[in-house]
């Protein structure tokens, strides 16, 4: 198994970066809800900025349950819903969190991919407020091939990055977990989905209540099936 590490953030660290943020995202393929992009900063690092706020290496070097909690940040998907949900605390406290969202209407009129940038956007403006640091002096590092555009600051690009780059696996997990609270809630008013089940993803059981009902408000107007549906006036 491919083990997810601090490795690249301490590389560039020593290469005179203040500091590095992971940044992920989910939702992209589901046929409704919003998407949502998560960027953290890891507060252990030794960072050159004298007032930055960090861990205490006694904490970590005398507390095993927090050695265990890092090493099972990982890629969202290999971990269970259990899983997820308690590495969420964990990571509010040890990382500087941010998270930007974009809804249904905003991904039907940008397109999925524009949405999903606009809402790591929304992410790294949240971090750098609540943590108080400019991101000029930071690199971010972004899962997938595409770095984010029209953003001035320095990116790099790492595919699979959510599975060998512990920031980024820890973005994972917030998203996913806040993606998945969301859709919870909004199943309580829409029950004939089953949002609850499969988070908006596109499931037998999510398509043929399509069929069946039509779609919803939060259904991406954009997306097949939901697309046809609107069309023939369901």
Do not use: W
């Amino acid at each position: 198994m491919i083990k997810s590490s601090f490795d690249i953030e301490n590389e560039l660290l020593s290469k005179g970066y203040d500091f590095v943020i992971g940044i992920d995202e989910v939702g992209r393929g589901p046929l409704a809800g919003p998407v949502v992009a998560c960027a953290v900063i890891y507060r252990n690092f030794k960072f050159s900025i004298s007032n930055f706020q960090t861990i205490s290496n006694d904490k970590i070097s005398n507390d095993k349950n927090f050695i265990k909690n890092i090493e099972l940040i990982r890629d969202s998907k290999m971990l269970s819903e259990k899983q997820r949900e308690g590495l969420f605390d964990f990571i509010q406290e040890n990382f500087f969190v941010g998270v930007g969202l974009c809804d249904h209407e905003t991904i039907d009129r940008m397109n999925i991919l524009e949405a999903s940038f606009l809402a790591m956007k929304k992410a790294l403006n949240e971090l750098a407020r609540k943590a108080q640091i400019s991101i000029l002096k930071s690199i971010i590092l972004v899962d997938g091939n595409k770095k984010i555009p029209n953003f001035s600051m320095d990116q790099r690009a790492i595919v699979g990055g959510d599975k060998i780059v512990k920031s980024i696996s820890a973005a994972s997990i917030v998203a996913k977990v806040t993606r998945d609270r969301m859709m919870k809630e909004l199943h309580k008013k829409y029950p004939q989905y089953g949002f609850d089940k499969h988070k908006g993803y596109g499931t037998k059981f999510h398509v043929d209540a399509l069929l069946k009902v039509g779609p919803c408000k939060i259904h991406r107007k954009t997306f097949e099936p939901v697309k046809t549906l609107v069309k023939k006036g369901k």
